[in-house]
């Protein structure tokens, strides 16, 4: 069997546990080194998962074997951490946003090029079996050329009403509240909808967007709070818009529709990585509209403006690949270890990585436009881009087809 390959987390926080609970499915990855500046949480992990542990970066890069750093810190913090592991010569996953900058992310994806080193960020799931189908059923044709995509990450109105500060994670580290409330939801979650939209629709191109703070009191005491909503119509070539919608006001939405010319695809939570896939057609749904509209004003006379979920002509769309038989329950379905597993195959056979560098540069100056639109009518031309065309998905499944030996 190949040698596992090293790896260090880097910040034992809330995040941290759902990235060590998937490791135990990934035997090609061995967890050396945990990091964290507060002593107790790094206790806390290498109880549950016993691993040596180290009080700094400095000492964990001086005294382990690590090859490829996870840096699970606070996004503030991301730059720095990221750049001393890559100046110490470890391959970097970072967790979302790369950097708080797009021109800080831009810097980082230069400098790990320029020493031939490996970079990448999350969120993964854009290598799930769910991303993969959706992005192999739109590149089919099956609802025609995509004319709209409406995409969400709404988590609800959690604060100050839920308490979120009270929540905690399987080793008993509590939810960084201040700090999310600080960085914004869009920079810590849009992520998931935008990872999917480059790996189908390429680069996005021009942003439009609205940005504001709906709840300034959310029940705990901040030093800058950020926008708590923010919505933006994102222009890719081909005349493809993506409104996107991020936000913790708005109820809870992690949905991403596809809009053709022929019908609507859909998946209902970008978080759930066995979530059915839906999909309607125009041409053989005439009637059923019809039907469907009958029925609707009836329910509607009965109090029930809504059809009941799945009703009529919406079908499922078989995946292309199966998903993995452990991912069959829980609130958040997502395995946090495909990004650093799929480097550390990169690694073994020296090959690109499926999800480049630039894509988390790209994404960082996306959600920069989304979240801080500037003054002049919140348009923004995007300067980032990836060498993939036309889309980041026709990459990583030639790549894939080449693991399989087709």
């Known amino acids: 069997m190949t040698r596992p390959t090293k790896i260090a987390i880097i910040g034992c926080?809330?995040?941290?546990?759902?990235?060590?609970?998937?490791?135990q499915h990934h035997p090609e990855l061995s967890l050396v080194a945990l990091v964290d500046r507060v002593t107790e949480r790094c206790e806390a992990f290498a109880a549950r998962w016993p691993t040596p542990?180290?009080?700094?970066?400095?000492?964990?890069?001086?005294?382990?074997?690590?090859?490829?750093?996870?840096?699970?810190t606070n996004p503030r913090?991301?730059?720095?951490i990221t750049k001393t592991c890559l100046e110490a010569g470890l391959h970097v996953y970072s967790e979302k946003p790369l950097a708080m900058e797009s021109?800080?992310?831009?810097?980082?994806?230069?400098?790990?090029?320029?020493?031939?080193?490996?970079?990448?960020?999350?969120?993964?799931?854009?290598?799930?079996?769910?991303?993969?189908?959706?992005?192999?059923?739109i590149s089919s044709g099956v609802i025609g050329q995509v004319r709209l995509v409406l995409a969400n990450f709404d988590d609800g109105l959690i604060a100050p009403g839920q308490s979120p500060?009270?929540?905690?994670?399987?080793?008993?580290?509590?939810?960084?509240?201040?700090?999310?409330?600080?960085?914004g939801c869009t920079y810590e979650h849009a992520g998931y909808v935008l990872t999917w939209l480059a790996r189908i629709l390429g680069p996005a191109r021009?942003?439009?967007?609205?940005?504001?703070?709906?709840?300034?009191?959310?029940?705990?005491?901040?030093?800058?709070?950020?926008?708590?909503?923010?919505t933006g119509c994102i222009e890719y070539d081909g005349g493809v818009v993506a409104r996107i919608s991020c936000s913790l006001v708005a109820p809870r939405d992690k949905s991403i529709t596809f809009i053709g010319d022929d019908g609507i695809l859909k998946v209902g939570n970008v978080r759930h990585e066995r979530c059915p896939i839906r999909y309607r057609l125009y041409r053989s749904t005439r009637w059923r509209s019809t039907l469907e509209n009958k029925v609707g004003e009836a329910l509607a006379k009965l109090g029930k403006p809504e059809l009941p979920e799945g009703w009529a002509s919406w079908k499922t769309w078989p995946y292309s690949e199966t998903p993995p038989s452990w991912m069959k329950s829980g609130r958040k379905l997502v395995d946090f270890m495909r990004g650093p597993a799929e480097m550390a195959a990169a690694l073994r056979e020296n090959r690109p990585c499926k999800v480049p560098a630039e894509v988390g540069w790209h994404v960082t100056e996306l959600i920069e436009a989304l979240q801080y639109p500037p003054c002049g009518g919140g348009r923004t031309v995007l300067s980032s881009g990836f060498?993939?065309?036309?889309?980041?998905?026709?990459?990583?499944r030639s790549l894939e087809a080449a693991d399989h030996g087709q």
Request: negative net charge; aromatic residues 8%; charged residues 20%.
């Open 165 to 183: 500060w009270t929540w905690h994670n399987s080793v008993g580290i509590p939810w960084p509240a201040k700090d999310e409330f600080e960085v």
């Open 77 to 80: 913090d991301h730059v720095e």
């Open 53 to 72: 542990t180290y009080s700094s970066v400095a000492e964990m890069i001086a005294r382990s074997e690590a090859e490829i750093a996870l840096n699970l």
């Open 103 to 137: 021109s800080e992310a831009k810097a980082l994806v230069d400098f790990a090029a320029a020493r031939g080193l490996m970079l990448m960020t999350a969120p993964c799931s854009l290598l799930s079996e769910t991303a993969t189908t959706v992005a192999d059923a």
């Open 206 to 230: 021009q942003v439009t967007a609205f940005a504001a703070t709906l709840i300034e009191e959310k029940g705990i005491q901040v030093e800058d709070m950020a926008p708590d909503f923010t």
């Open 13 to 23: 926080g809330y995040v941290a546990s759902s990235y060590c609970d998937a490791l």
């Open 387 to 396: 060498a993939f065309s036309p889309a980041l998905n026709r990459t990583i």
